[in-house]
Each structure stands twice: as C-alpha cells, then as structure tokens.
C-alpha cells in the first residue's frame, strides 16, 4: 500500500513540475522559457505522459507557438523538438492531428524564414516531417 502511495506522490509531483514548466513557457525571460523547454524536452522524451498531456495539449501548443513566433534561435529550436516530441505523444489520432494542424503553417513559416538561426530552421523541418508522418490525415 505505502509503495503505491509513494509512487502516486511521485506522479503527483512530476507532473507539479511539468504544470510549472508551462507556465515558465509564457514568462517574460528568454532564459526562463528556454529552461523550461529543456526540461519539457527532457520529460517528453523519457516517459508517457499521454493523459496528462492529453488535457493540456492546447495550452501546450498555444505556449510553443508563442515560442516559436517570438523567440529567436535557441528558443525556436528548442520549441520545434518540443513539439515533435508533444506529436510523439499524441499518435496518429485526431488529438495528434489537431496539434499539427495548427502548428504546421508556423513551422513552415519558420522553415522558410532565411534569416531564422540553421539550427531553428533544422529543428522546424524535423517537426514538420515527423509530425506530418505520424499525425498528418491528409497524404498530400
């Protein structure tokens, strides 16, 4: 019983963190929003985080796509891998779909943008292939 309790304890404040990564997506502070990429980026790629994301997917999205409007290099880059890991989560499904739906015009935006950093541009042409093969209904 106490196992299972402190393995909820733990859930509970992993995903405390992740809640605090992004709201740290919409602070003022470049520093603090690259932080809290990186860590988004660090939690995405090291377990399922499928149902709590499921429920924040929009705010997530709305929060990348300020970051990849508005941030420059690093921001963008960080942003771009952020979001392919969030499509990662998501499947193929209509959630998945959604997610790629909104961001796609974005990345390609970025994509194209010759004075973007290489390596914002090469994290937004990653997402928009991953994203598009894993979630993208349309096959053009």
Avoid at 81 to 102: A, I, K, N, Y
Wanted: some cysteine; glycine content about 6%; aromatic content about 2%.
């Amino acid at each position: 019983g106490s196992e299972a309790a402190s393995e909820q304890g733990q859930e509970e404040e992993a995903e405390d963190r992740l809640k605090e990564h992004m709201d740290n997506l919409l602070d003022k502070s470049a520093k603090t929003r690259q932080a809290a990429l990186q860590s988004l980026r660090l939690a995405l790629s090291s377990r399922t985080l499928s149902e709590f994301l499921l429920e924040r997917r929009l705010t997530l999205t709305d929060s990348l796509e300020k970051c990849l409007k508005k941030g420059k290099g690093e921001e963008q880059a960080l942003a771009g891998t952020v979001l392919t890991l969030l499509c990662l989560q998501m499947g193929s499904g209509p959630e998945g779909e959604e997610v790629f739906r909104s961001l796609k015009p974005l990345l390609v935006s970025v994509l194209t943008d010759s004075t973007a950093s290489p390596s914002a541009r090469q994290s937004c042409a990653t997402a928009l292939g991953m994203c598009c093969y894993i979630a993208a209904a349309d096959l053009e």
